[in-house]
């Protein structure tokens, strides 16, 4: 026992002081941001009701709140001339509702509501400008109604991006409310390959490193125009980052989910469809995932770092018990993306993969790897060269991190007070 517990002090010593978070957790005071019930996957499907709405102008943005019986799915529409958005909500009716009067706001003239498609409720806001509208579900909290929160950014400010900015430190990016300070959550984003390692290329020409730059840009920009949300880019060019690298970046943002972007390849064109992945415990889960990984991870060498270990080797059995906390969390946000891509694409798999990839293996900060789509399969190659499914990828990554944190959210942020 004490060899043991000397030798984990050892390894807590060795670890930099920037890595506080990751040591507060192995010393087991940081439980309460894993000590959550994992939530099931979002229910869909039941008729709802909207029993009452009410709207409101907030800092930055303005906010619409359905009062549902139950949790809904809905689809969102972007129209231009003039500028309206269009949210679908599946299966659901408005009960004896009275719209409330709109707020007065910058980007909101009105909402009007319909019918669509004999069951979903439509709702359009006319608006004064694009804006796009971030989408919420909420449980009932003391017995009430789910509300579905929309809110709409008021743009300018809310649009700046903090990733070009890297030294600027969290505080200054924090959101000030009626209520106090509260900080926000840091989405790192990271493309696949750039510079040198032009990742899988298609039939076409396609390089993975442009197309997953460009899916990452997007998402950066919809997590940028999301209140509570702070985006951090690995790259924003096209620049080769060595693996290791990118989940330092992370770290040193103290960045609270990692999302890799890639497009996935294959020796056979016929394969196809989007998945999700994450870490594994004990090496990769199927031959096709191993072979992945393999892959994905001699990008270091093609950079001509090599793929040392030496954190690892000193604090192994630290990371591994830290590890597994953050796999639950990670497992969980995955499969929220999962079933928000499942929405709009085919699904290779339709569970959240494992595998051994090297950028997911941050002990502290949830990771997860998209692979958007089969760049070696013809037809999805033309499909992730078109920039509406780059975009539609990363508005699910985006509802995906939303559903995540609306069932997990941490202490002291934006999520903690809706
Ligand atoms: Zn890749």
């Known amino acids: 026992m004490n060899n043991s517990s000397q030798s984990a002090r050892d390894a807590l010593a060795l670890l930099a002081a920037d890595r506080r978070r990751f040591l507060r957790m192995a010393l ?5 941001a894993f000590g959550l019930p994992l939530a099931g996957p979002a229910l869909a499907g039941r008729a709802a009701e909207v029993s009452r709405v009410e709207a409101g102008r907030h800092e930055g943005f303005t906010r619409y709140v359905f009062a549902i019986s139950n949790p809904v799915d809905f689809d969102t529409l972007l129209l231009d001339n003039p500028a309206r958005a269009v949210i679908d909500i599946h299966s659901t009716r408005l009960k004896d509702v009275s719209l409330p009067s709109t707020p007065d706001s910058p980007v909101v003239k009105g909402l009007r509501v319909g019918v669509r498609n004999g069951h979903d409720l439509r709702l359009v806001f006319d608006l004064k400008k694009r804006a796009r509208p971030q989408i919420i579900i909420l449980p ?3 017995g009430g109604s789910h509300r579905l929160v929309v809110d709409l950014p008021h743009g300018g400010g809310a649009d700046t991006v903090i990733a070009e900015r890297p030294d600027v430190p969290r505080q200054e990016s924090t959101l000030q409310s009626g209520s106090g300070a509260f900080r926000d959550l840091v989405v790192a984003i990271d493309p696949g390959h750039g510079g040198k390692d032009p990742g899988a290329i298609g039939r076409r020409g396609t390089r993975e490193k442009d197309i997953v730059l460009n899916i990452g840009l997007q998402l950066r920009d919809l997590i940028a125009a ?6 951090v880019m690995t790259r924003d060019d096209d620049r080769f980052i060595p693996l290791r690298q990118r989940t330092e970046i992370a770290r040193r943002h103290e960045a609270d989910l990692f999302i890799s972007v890639h497009a996935d390849a294959f020796r056979l064109a016929s394969a196809k469809g989007a998945s999700v992945y994450c870490l594994s415990q004990n090496g990769a889960s199927s031959e096709a995932a191993r072979w992945l990984a393999a892959k994905e991870n001699s990008a270091d060498f093609v950079g001509g770092a090599s793929l040392s270990g030496h954190d690892e080797d000193v604090a192994s059995v630290l990371l591994d018990l830290a590890q597994t ?5 990670s497992l969980d946000f995955a499969d929220r993306v999962l079933q928000r891509i499942g929405n709009i694409a085919k699904l290779h798999k339709h569970d959240v993969q494992q595998a051994g990839f090297a950028v997911l293996k941050s002990p502290d900060i949830p990771s997860i790897l998209v692979e958007s789509a089969f760049i070696s399969n013809p037809q999805e190659e033309q499909r992730l060269r078109s920039s509406s499914y780059q975009r539609q990828i990363a508005q699910s990554i985006l509802e995906g991190v939303n559903s995540y944190y609306t069932a997990h959210a941490p202490q002291g942020t934006r999520y903690a007070m809706l």
């Open 325 to 329: 906390k953050t796999l639950e969390s």
């Open 140 to 142: 009932p909290t003391g």
């Open 226 to 231: 999301t209140p509570g949300l702070t985006p």
């Open 28 to 32: 087991g005071t940081g439980a309460a």
